[in-house]
């Protein structure tokens, strides 16, 4: 194995337990909003999308790239609006603002 | 290649934006530190954005920020205008266009390799890293989306099975897996878009034998596996962030999705393969014409008005009606008349584990009166009417005493051990599960039949007037 690939290795065996450890913890009342987060993490792979989009010069490639793009965006953007449009209602829910 | 290795500040951006993602998921767990757990999250996800734009010397510049806007305004926009009641189905297409997204980056970096002067001697396990990716990213697509049309009810939600499944299953698998291989010894984009394809079946095939009930613990899998798509393709581009963020959310998600099981009382392969080995063949979904004792909202009112102790089962039909703010109105009614009530909320009550503590939160229930099934459930025999409203898999007793039933083994909550049972419901229709429920049979056991709304608020007003 590359001196290289020791390092991701070492990022990934790490970021495994600390993926396990901050969540080991979780109330059953937030799983929703706890599954809605992660998945909006993930969508990071807009980075990913951007990369490969701006570093080619075939034009099916920008076309595929920017489809990725655009779906990259909807889980991400999506993911923390919908996320924190949960996360209101509970701190909501104690002030009785009024409604209707 | 390895641009998180070059100098700048971009590594060093990447680093603050994977701390943001950890601490985020910390404060998640949480209900104090949730939201703003989840804006430092979304600060983070910007903050990455920003970086890769200004740092990545990158062509095409104006199409990539239109593509993101557009990408902006239409997750925006669903997120906002999503009912509460589809929340489930929202996470699910989120997470499947974020696995599409890494399979089509994966297939374009295959494309890329292919296009080198010697592809054959490109780093294998790179090549193996972007197999996984491309074939990970699609199964995560199609199986959301399957997973989409049974929460939106597209498609029917019970267990599709037909007899060939577990073979198509195991070939389709054996073809990735020589797909794969291929693609590590001679990287060929052909070989890319077959696994590309194979990989969308096998999320079908994964996917259409899932039980409706079960289908919120899929996507949590889904979510956890869309995670590692991002964690190999951050390993195949070179970014230490993706591979950080797309692991934190693999390992997170896993740990999450069996601790959902748990709560179901199921293990996580017993929910994906169980209805394959054709244990629940039970749940035919017939109506039977037993008979059944129901009763007006008037004669409700009188139980509820002069009963000391009652509980209330919300479930999914309570949302979907948009009752449930006649209901805390009648909690409410009900105690100023000195009696104490509580809401028993089972866990995976609605479509998704919390689902209904979000619900309730909307209707602007205190969160005190949210009792946990573990909490409540030794009080049930104390308490003189249980009102399940819009629900039914949660207190069938055939989770204990049927053997082969879908829900069976999943821990329910006590309704059956009260004085009263009180059943609004619709109709004689089974729950999510597809199985008849025994307590609607029970001798104990009233049915109010009638929309969940207009029934409350008729059941509001007679007790008012008591």
Redesign the interface.
């Known amino acids: 194995m590359s001196p290289e690939n020791i390092v991701w290795l070492t990022f990934f065996v790490l970021s495994v337990f600390v993926g396990i450890e901050v969540i080991s913890k979780v109330s059953s009342t937030l799983h929703t909003p706890l599954m809605s987060g992660a998945n909006a993490i993930h969508g990071i792979i807009l980075i990913g999308a951007i990369t490969v989009t701006g570093t080619t010069e075939s034009t099916p490639v920008v076309i595929v790239g920017l489809i990725a793009i655009v779906l990259a965006a909807v889980n991400m953007v999506g993911g923390f609006v919908v996320t924190d449009r949960m996360l209101e209602m509970f701190s909501g829910g104690r002030k009785k603002e009024p409604r209707e | 290649m390895?641009?998180g290795f070059s100098g700048g500040w971009a590594p060093f951006l990447y680093l603050v934006?994977a701390v943001c993602?950890?601490l985020?998921?910390?404060g998640?767990?949480?209900?104090k530190t949730?939201?703003n757990?989840?804006?430092l999250?979304?600060f983070g996800?910007v903050l990455?954005?920003v970086?890769?734009?200004v740092d990545?010397?990158?062509?095409?510049?104006a199409?990539?920020l239109i593509?993101?806007a557009?990408?902006?305004v239409?997750?925006?926009v669903?997120?906002?205008r999503?009912q509460?009641t589809q929340?489930?189905q929202?996470?699910a297409m989120?997470?499947g266009?974020?696995g599409?997204?890494?399979a089509?980056?994966a297939?374009?970096?295959l494309?890329?390799i292919t296009g080198l002067a010697d592809p054959g001697s490109y780093p294998t396990?790179n090549l193996a890293a972007t197999a996984f990716t491309i074939l990970v990213g699609s199964v995560s697509f199609s199986g959301s989306a399957v997973t989409f049309a049974k929460l939106q009810e597209l498609m029917t939600s019970r267990p599709v099975i037909f007899p060939g499944l577990p073979i198509a299953f195991g070939g389709s698998l054996i073809a990735a897996i020589a797909l794969a291989v291929v693609i590590g010894a001679d990287p060929r984009m052909w070989a890319g878009i077959a696994l590309c394809l194979v990989g969308l079946a096998l999320g079908v095939l994964l996917v259409l034998p899932v039980g409706g009930a079960d289908v919120p613990i899929v996507?949590?899998l889904l979510?956890a596996f869309?995670?590692l798509?991002?964690?190999a393709?951050?390993?195949v581009?070179g970014?230490?962030?993706?591979?950080?963020?797309?692991?934190?959310?693999?390992?997170?998600?896993t740990?999450?999705t069996r601790?959902?099981a748990k709560?179901m009382g199921r293990s996580v392969a017993n929910i994906l393969f169980g209805a394959l080995k054709g244990g629940s063949t039970l749940g035919g979904g017939e109506v039977s014409d037993r008979p059944v004792r129901s009763a007006g909202p008037a004669d409700i009112a009188i139980v509820l008005a002069y009963a000391h102790r009652v509980i209330i089962v919300p479930g999914y039909g309570l949302a979907v009606a948009q009752a449930q703010h006649s209901l805390r109105e009648l909690v409410d009614v009900l105690g100023e008349r000195g009696i104490e009530v509580d809401y028993a909320i089972h866990?995976v009550a609605g479509r998704?584990?919390?689902?209904m503590?979000?619900l309730?939160?909307?209707a602007?229930?205190?969160?005190d009166q949210?009792k946990?099934m573990d909490d409540i459930n030794g009080e049930f025999k104390q308490a003189d009417v249980v009102l399940v409203v819009g629900a039914n898999d949660v207190v069938n007793p055939a989770a204990k005493t049927t053997p082969g039933a879908p829900i069976y083994g999943m821990p329910i909550l006590n309704a059956d051990q009260a004085k009263q049972i009180v059943f609004m419901k619709r109709s004689m229709r089974p729950g999510f599960a597809g199985i008849e429920n025994e307590l609607l049979f029970d001798p104990k056991t009233t049915l109010l039949f009638g929309d969940a709304k207009d029934t409350m608020s008729k059941l509001l007003s007679a007790v008012k007037a008591l």
């Not at chain 2, 990545?56 to 510049?61: K, N, P, S, T």
């Not at chain 2, 602007?364 to 969160?367: D, E, I, K, T």
């Open positions: 390895i641009e934006a993602f950890i985020a998921l910390k998640l767990s949480s209900p949730a939201r757990g989840n804006l999250g979304a996800a990455a954005t970086t890769v734009l990545g010397d990158l062509d095409h510049m199409a990539i593509a993101i557009i990408g902006t239409v997750g925006a669903g997120a906002r999503v509460m929340m489930p929202l996470v989120f997470n266009v974020g599409g997204a890494a089509l980056v297939l374009l970096e494309d890329r396990f996507i949590s979510n869309t995670g798509t991002v964690a393709g951050g390993y581009l970014n230490t962030l993706l591979l950080i963020a797309g692991t934190l959310v693999g390992a997170s998600g740990l999450l601790l959902m709560a866990p998704m584990p919390g689902h503590n979000v309730l939160a909307e602007q229930v205190p969160y949210l946990e």
